[in-house]
């Protein structure tokens, strides 16, 4: 997969060196040229000098072609705006935003755009927003063989119960992460726009679960 990261800062170029680690291809913004020395001569992803939010940079980066944005450069007016044309001008649906200010997480996580703040901001946090699967489960059990892990959610089950997503894809839904709060789910919480889900399941059925998640609830029920 593709992936266009504005911002070459530490944050930045963690994640970039992370993803490229993984096997995904990387372009980084930055309107500081300089910028690109922390990325090193190892990495071999594209270097795009310009405004991150400008769509003709986005288009040089390869947002075009990208499954997944991320918005960590040092003006959390900058991240949310990049963010949101990542979003709703290319259609990126795997997008996140690093924030300073965490009072704005809960207008960011209404647009829809999942937010890592700056005090508690690891790379795999990250990583878990823009790759559904990319990430290493948050715990697993001793014996390895159930693990907690967020899962990404198509925008098909939203609007429909915790209960109905876990009869269906045979997850428990440990906890949702809403507007930058966690919240313990009962059977009667519905799924709403920019909910992080975080559920246990058996590690020999991640690829069934994810699949389940993505494709949405079954049009038979």
């Not at 990495?43 to 960590?72: H, M, P, W």
């Not at 259609?91 to 890592?116: K, S």
């Not at 839904?173 to 975080?198: I, K, W, Y």
Request: charged fraction near 25%.
């Amino acid at each position: 997969m593709h992936v266009v990261i504005m911002g070459c800062g530490r944050v930045g170029s963690t994640l970039a060196h992370s993803l490229e680690q993984q096997g995904h291809t990387v372009a980084v913004i930055d309107q500081d040229p300089t910028a690109f020395r922390r990325l090193g001569s190892g990495f071999s992803g594209r270097r795009v000098t310009g405004i991150g939010f400008d769509q003709d940079t986005l288009r040089e980066a390869g947002i075009e072609e990208a499954g997944a944005f991320a918005a960590v450069s040092s003006g959390d007016n900058s991240n949310i705006i990049a963010a949101r044309v990542a979003r709703e001008m290319f259609g990126i649906e795997n997008v996140a935003a690093r924030i300073y200010d965490p009072r704005r997480a809960e207008v960011y996580q209404r647009l829809g755009i999942p937010t890592v703040a700056t005090v508690r901001w690891t790379a795999d946090q990250m990583l878990r927003r823009l790759l559904p699967s990319g990430a290493e489960p948050l715990w697993r059990d001793p014996s390895g063989g159930v693990q907690l892990a967020e899962v990404h959610i198509s925008s098909a089950w939203i609007g429909h119960k915790v209960s109905r997503l876990q009869e269906e894809t045979g997850v428990r839904v440990a906890f949702l992460t809403r507007l930058g709060e966690a919240m313990l789910p009962n059977s009667n919480t519905v799924l709403q726009e920019g909910d992080l889900v975080h559920v246990m399941m058996r590690v020999n059925d991640v690829e069934k679960v994810e699949a389940a998640f993505a494709e949405g609830p079954e049009e038979s029920h």
